[in-house]
């Protein structure tokens, strides 16, 4: 199957600073990519439907000024936590849709604010 | 995306078939059965997805009732590493997924 990778995987940072996770489809071109995010023991959320070279669609509740996300190539999107606080640790992970509307996911990215 | 319904947990011995239902009664013409699963501390993987047809590939078979309401996943032959949790989703495709709570699957040795 397709590869998706995400990186960082672990990220610890103090509170008030902004934290930048990088979501790359390595082996095909994804017009859409999405962000998740998961509390222990909870299902995924979405937080977020990216577009590349569009403006992103936030799900009700996500603050987009908090979460600021750039799809700016078939290959790459981004998600930045701004102003992170310990509220903000979670568990992020990103997809990418393929052609055939396949989901294929990142291996997450651990956030951890002190 | 029409709802689904699935059991929250399932134990399966190891090396027998792991047999996962899924309901979605409210399933409309054009909308798909897609099957992720994640295990623990993991993103999801995608495991296979059908429209009306029965589909099989390396990792599993999906049965599709004939009048699209329900679906049934299996796994030939469950190892160890199958435990995980199983999510179905109905979809058009081109739309967002969003995630129910799934079937916690436990493989039992």
């Known amino acids: 199957g397709a590869v998706v990778s995400q990186h960082p995987s672990w990220v610890i940072c103090k509170s008030g600073t902004s934290v930048k996770i990088e979501c790359r489809s390595l082996?095909?071109?994804?017009?859409?990519m999405f962000w998740y995010r998961q509390f222990p023991k909870q299902s995924l959320m979405l937080m977020a439907t990216s577009n590349e070279g569009s403006k992103a669609t936030y799900e009700q509740g996500v603050e987009k000024d908090k979460f600021l996300i750039n799809h700016a190539s078939l290959t790459l999107s981004t998600l930045t936590v701004t102003s992170a606080h310990p509220e903000d640790s979670s568990f992020y992970i990103c997809?990418?849709?393929?052609?055939?509307?396949?989901?294929?996911f990142g291996a997450g990215t651990r956030l951890s604010v002190l | 995306d029409a709802k689904t319904t699935q059991p929250t947990s399932m134990d399966c011995a190891e090396g027998r078939a792991a047999n996962l239902p899924c309901n979605h009664s409210?399933?409309?013409?054009?909308?798909?059965v897609y099957w992720y699963r994640q295990i623990h501390s993991q993103g999801p993987q995608y495991i296979i997805h059908g429209l009306k047809n029965n589909e099989t590939n390396e990792m599993a078979s999906l049965i599709i009732t004939e009048d699209r309401k329900s679906s049934t996943l299996i796994l030939p032959h469950a190892t160890l590493r199958d435990t995980a949790v199983y999510y179905c989703i109905v979809s058009r495709g081109y739309q967002k997924v969003t995630f129910g709570i799934g079937t916690k699957l436990q493989v039992i040795p």
């Open positions: 997809s990418a849709r393929d052609s055939e509307y396949i989901q294929y």
């Open positions: 082996d095909f071109q994804a017009t859409t």
């Open positions: 409210t399933i409309s013409g054009n909308e798909y």
